[in-house]
């Protein structure tokens, strides 16, 4: 059965799209441990990164660097942290997190955006991701 991310992918789920390539798709997690906390996926759908082929696996952190980039001209922070954890969405996906403190790399507690907000960081990560 396709994945949450695989429908996402297909335009049958919505989604907070910041970034997309042939391979590779960004979009904003709706649960965000902090604002601008994006997810960077491979359209191949894979469960583990690590049995993601090679050159998958370096696309996606390519990717992921180019979309870590964009989120940092625009989110206020120290720095983008990045995890890979997938224990509740069988399909890779890199957790970017604009970090300001060490609470926001813990995935407890969580940030509220309104549709609107998310609409609008969305499309700011967009705009800075295209240069
Ligand atoms: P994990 O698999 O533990 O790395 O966590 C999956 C992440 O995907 C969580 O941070 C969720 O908030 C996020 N997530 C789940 N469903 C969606 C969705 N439909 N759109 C955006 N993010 C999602």
Do not use: W
Request: hydrophobic share 40%; with cysteine.
């Amino acid at each position: 059965m396709a994945t949450i991310f695989t429908k996402i992918i297909n335009g049958e789920l919505p989604a907070y799209k910041v970034a997309e390539t042939d391979d590779y798709l960004a979009f904003l997690d709706i649960n965000p441990n902090a604002k601008g906390h994006t997810l960077c996926i491979p359209k191949e759908e894979e469960n583990k990164i690590f049995d993601l082929d090679e050159e998958t696996y370096l696309g996606l952190m390519k990717f992921s660097r180019n979309v870590a980039k964009a989120i940092e001209k625009v989110v206020p922070c120290q720095r983008i942290g990045m995890s890979v954890i997938g224990l509740e969405v069988p399909h890779v996906h890199v957790h970017l997190i604009p970090l300001r403190t060490m609470e926001d790399a813990r995935f407890t507690s969580k940030d509220k955006l309104s549709d609107s907000e998310f609409r609008e960081l969305a499309n700011a990560i967009s705009e800075a991701y295209k240069g």
